[in-house]
């Protein structure tokens, strides 16, 4: 499942994108629908400034990883929105993306393939640490190895919290503290 990125293949990924966008536009404009080209064009300008501001947060591994995954193959759809927009000049950006890699393998490994599934992650980041809060909708086939997983210890500066966890729904969140430096 870690596929290692080069260039090209990442500027593949970005023009199919942008070339769907751009014929999904030039369908409704075919159909005579400026309301939804409207639309459209609002939420590639939203998705855009949160790919800036993710970029922005100075975890470039991590940034990487949330902008990728949805050209993974997860049986989920990653969705993400940065509120606040410390940078992370500290944060172990190396642990964070190993621990979230981690996480989205085994989510992909005990959710139902090819359900409507769904990841949304909201990223705070503060002069403290980072805070995520992560929220799963769909269909989780193993809740107690997924719940198991959650409760392990990955790294000092990472916790995890307000853990709950149902057939349908995975909700929790993630704290990683500020490396601590000079003392």
Request: proline share 2%.
């Amino acid at each position: 499942m870690n596929k290692d990125w080069n260039t090209i293949e990442f500027l593949r990924h970005v023009r199919h994108d942008w070339l769907n966008k751009i014929q999904l536009i030039k369908g409704n404009l075919d159909l005579n629908k400026p309301d939804r080209v409207k639309e459209i064009i609002n939420e590639i300008i939203t998705e855009t400034k949160q790919e800036a501001k993710l970029s922005n947060l100075d975890i470039p591994q991590f940034a990487t990883k949330l902008l990728i995954a949805n050209w993974e193959n997860y049986y989920f759809r990653l969705e993400y929105e940065v509120l606040a927009e410390e940078k992370c000049q500290v944060t172990e950006d190396e642990v964070l993306t190993e621990w979230t890699t981690l996480f989205f393998q085994m989510l992909n490994q005990y959710i139902k393939p090819f359900a409507d599934n769904h990841l949304f992650i909201s990223i705070h980041s503060m002069v403290e640490g980072i805070r995520l809060y992560i929220d799963f909708n769909g269909i989780l086939l193993d809740r107690e190895t997924m719940s198991q997983f959650l409760q392990q210890q990955f790294s000092k500066q990472l916790t995890l919290k307000n853990i709950e966890i149902s057939e349908e729904e995975l909700v929790f969140e993630v704290w990683m503290n500020r490396e601590q430096t000079g003392k």
